[in-house]
């Protein structure tokens, strides 16, 4: 049971601020499908287990392959993933777990390489809205599934 404080009651027009910006990156120039592969793993970095559960059947949902959601935390070592996805997940865990010198210019002239200048904007939007969802769930612990009914996901993943 969750007995944190309900940031969306408390707090409405910043949640609602936030809700929009997720509308915004629903439109990104990126396939939706390599948005879900970037919005699962920035969640297990950060542990939110909320994210990952919704991210996870969504991807699912959409057609993902069960292996390739099994091979994302070792994705490195896996040849399930193009180089573009690779390029996105590398982005991703760049901006989700930035050293003491943040992105470098390497780490950009390696996105750069797969994606548009439009397409690393968006990236970075999706990358950046997901790690500010992730730290909600985890300060608030917002439990797993409590969505899923409205996002029609109850049935993708049972248990």
Same mark, same amino acid.
């Given at each position: 049971?969750?007995?944190?404080?309900?940031?969306?009651?408390?707090?409405? !027009? !910043? !949640?609602?601020?936030?809700? /929009?910006?997720?509308?915004?990156?629903?439109?990104?120039?990126?396939?939706?499908?390599?948005?879900?592969?970037?919005?699962?793993? /920035?969640?297990?970095?950060?542990?939110?287990?909320?994210?990952?559960?919704?991210?996870?059947?969504?991807?699912?949902?959409?057609?993902?392959?069960?292996?390739?959601?099994?091979?994302?935390?070792?994705?490195?070592?896996?040849?399930?993933?193009? /180089?573009?996805?690779?390029?996105?997940?590398?982005?991703?865990?760049?901006?989700?777990?930035?050293?003491?010198?943040? !992105?470098?210019?390497?780490?950009?002239?390696?996105? /750069?390489?797969?994606?548009?200048?439009?397409?690393?904007?968006?990236?970075?939007?999706?990358?950046?809205?997901?790690?500010?969802?992730?730290?909600?769930?985890?300060?608030?612990?917002?439990?797993?599934?409590?969505?899923?009914?409205?996002?029609?996901?109850?049935?993708?993943?049972?248990?």
């Amino acid at each position: 049971m969750n007995n944190r404080a309900d940031y969306y009651t408390l707090a409405p !027009a !910043a !949640a609602n601020a936030m809700l /929009a910006l997720e509308e915004a990156v629903a439109n990104a120039s990126i396939e939706p499908s390599l948005c879900e592969l970037v919005k699962i793993r /920035a969640s297990q970095i950060n542990g939110c287990l909320f994210c990952l559960d919704m991210h996870s059947k969504s991807a699912k949902k959409a057609g993902e392959r069960e292996l390739r959601l099994c091979h994302l935390p070792l994705w490195r070592e896996s040849p399930l993933f193009s /180089a573009r996805e690779q390029a996105a997940l590398e982005w991703t865990e760049t901006l989700t777990r930035p050293g003491k010198h943040g !992105a470098t210019d390497e780490d950009y002239q390696k996105l /750069a390489a797969h994606f548009s200048e439009k397409e690393i904007v968006d990236l970075t939007f999706v990358i950046s809205t997901i790690n500010a969802w992730n730290r909600l769930g985890v300060a608030f612990r917002n439990r797993p599934g409590a969505m899923d009914k409205m996002l029609g996901l109850e049935n993708v993943m049972p248990e």
